[in-house]
């Protein structure tokens, strides 16, 4: 390389006068780096292991022990009296603790909740892992919303069990949800991305490397991580890679060029021999075996691709999507290469799933939908 | 990625808001880079905000401290292809831009001819021309490969100075 290449490259060399211009230039324009504000993180965060948690069982008992510790010697009848009350206090406590978690419908083999064997009719407890072996599967109610069916060898860790927030945070292995609730009243958190249930049913499968697949046999389920989500419908999956955004979702029954390709656009794999060794080359390869492979059923696809491309690919998957569901009224391709969200919409309300107030109830708690 | 990084990462995941300090002093320009090479810089500045708050939040999420950097800046990127959407157009590159009045009018012209530019190019010149970072620091934090960094900056240079020559009759 010539020696403003490097000076370009790592600033090393003979500097480039044009590239010394254009950073003069342009510096004032660098992060000012104001001071960053953070807001407290939940109490009831996920990511808390269960010894975590332990304190909040057992800081109950320590504040009586303090208060009997700092206050003045009393009678015996009041001490007596005292103990009593702490006692009490215990069992109600333990027998609130039990109700707390989904209970076990059915199981088989020898399922475990931490270190002992789970039977039917007894609870997983908000903060338990639930561990399955080669032989075991077990079936938990998930509040009155539906059921959750544990695959073998899975380990799930229920996070949250309460009325309008019930959540499982999934390590590895397999499961299949049934959910018949309010959109977000059940959430599942894989090691790449979060699964919020629409009402619907479907399969979460969670590989040793953290990625994850998501298969919907009913309804809807939204796939979010890094802020980029996936609306993945019935007989759609949507696949997912730690420290990716979420996948582009497509139909189960696309032709492989289409998921291959998505493969090779969405985390850069070498999906197919001779892929091109440089990541932007291989992103191009794969959009392009997407746009030439897919039918018209896989809009679904092509209009998520929208929001995921820029400039001269979005055009490109534009002319794919166009060329198989025409652009409705109102819907332009200026709009759409500039991004307007409105457009968006309306072009996804002509694609079949049903209107985008489905998926966009989502973001609005069931009471305020209910009274429209 | 060194030692003391993957221990900021692991610490910040727990909730030590002093650890998540150091990683937004590490790469809060990387971050603001991104933004800036999509929108205007006073959208950008808000935004990067935005981006280290929902990664503060969303810590828990990531399974693998190696992947920070290329994780964050995936969100980056994602926030400002939202803001994107819900924003009315930026005023398109004008061939018949004026002669630049001051120092900071250069710049917004310059940087919206970089803008103009392929995304692959606009990202990594503005990491490396604003916020001044080397290539091989663009690569280790972003999670791109060092070939394609100095790729994307040897050919963005090449169209860029190609553009402001046509735009100044150079």
């Keep these: 390389m010539a020696p403003d290449d490097d000076y370009l490259w790592d600033k090393r060399g003979t500097p480039d006068p044009e590239v010394e211009k254009l950073e003069r230039a342009l510096g004032s324009l660098a992060h000012p780096e104001r001071p960053l504000v953070l807001p407290e993180l939940p109490s009831a965060a996920p990511e808390l292991p269960p010894s975590a948690q332990a304190p909040d069982r057992w800081s109950f008992r320590r504040a009586w022990l303090e208060h009997w510790r700092t206050t003045p010697r009393t009678p015996a009848l009041a001490l007596a009296a005292a103990i009593v009350v702490v006692i009490a206090a215990t069992i109600v406590w333990q027998r609130i603790e039990s109700r707390r978690g989904w209970e076990v419908a059915s199981l088989e083999g020898a399922p475990r909740a931490g270190n002992r064997v789970l039977a039917p009719g007894e609870r997983l407890t908000q903060g338990q892992l639930l561990t399955t072996d080669a032989s075991s599967r077990a079936r938990l109610k998930v509040g009155d919303i539906g059921v959750v069916e544990v695959e073998p060898h899975s380990r799930v860790r229920l996070i949250a069990a309460a009325k309008d927030d019930q959540r499982l945070a999934m390590e590895i292995g397999g499961m299949r949800a049934i959910i018949v609730a309010p959109p977000r009243r059940f959430q599942v958190k894989t090691p790449s991305a979060l699964a919020v249930d629409l009402g619907c049913a479907y399969s979460l499968e969670v590989g040793p490397d953290g990625g994850s697949q998501l298969t919907v046999e009913i309804g809807w389920v939204s796939f979010e991580s890094g802020g980029r989500e996936s609306f993945v419908p019935a007989g759609a999956r949507c696949i997912t890679r730690p420290g990716f955004a979420p996948g582009t979702p497509c139909f189960t029954d696309a032709v492989a060029d289409v998921k291959n390709g998505l493969a090779m656009f969405d985390f850069g794999v070498a999906a197919v021999p001779g892929a091109p060794e440089d990541s932007v080359a291989r992103r191009m390869t794969g959009l392009a075996m997407v746009l030439q492979g897919a039918r018209k059923e896989d809009a679904l696809t092509l209009w998520h691709l929208l929001a995921r491309t820029h400039d001269d690919e979005r055009a490109q998957v534009y002319d794919a999507l166009a060329a198989r569901v025409p652009p409705p009224t109102g819907v332009t391709r200026e709009g759409i290469l500039r991004g307007d969200a409105t457009m968006l919409e309306h072009w996804w309300d002509a694609l079949g799933f049903g209107d985008t107030a489905t998926w966009r109830r989502w973001r609005r708690p069931w009471g305020e939908v209910a009274s429209r | ?170």
């Design chain 2, 1 to 170: 990625m060194s030692d003391d990084l993957a221990t900021q990462v692991v610490a910040a995941r727990g909730g030590d808001r002093a650890a998540f300090g150091q990683l937004y002093q590490r790469f809060g320009r990387m971050v603001h880079g991104i933004l800036l090479a999509h929108g205007p810089r006073e959208e950008a500045e808000d935004l990067v905000q935005e981006v280290f708050v929902r990664a503060w939040t969303q810590m828990g999420s990531l399974h693998e401290p190696a992947a920070f950097g290329g994780w964050l800046a995936r969100m980056a990127r994602n926030r400002a292809i939202d803001a994107l959407r819900t924003r009315r157009p930026m005023t398109p590159v004008d061939p018949e831009l004026p002669a630049a009045s001051s120092t900071h009018d250069e710049a917004i012209a310059v940087i919206q001819l970089v803008r103009a530019l392929p995304e692959s190019y606009r990202e990594t010149l503005v990491l490396r021309l604003v916020e001044g970072l080397s290539g091989p620091e663009i690569a280790e934090m972003t999670g791109m490969t060092p070939g394609s960094v100095r790729v994307n900056l040897h050919r963005g240079m090449a169209l860029l100075k190609e553009r402001m020559g046509a735009v100044h009759g150079a």
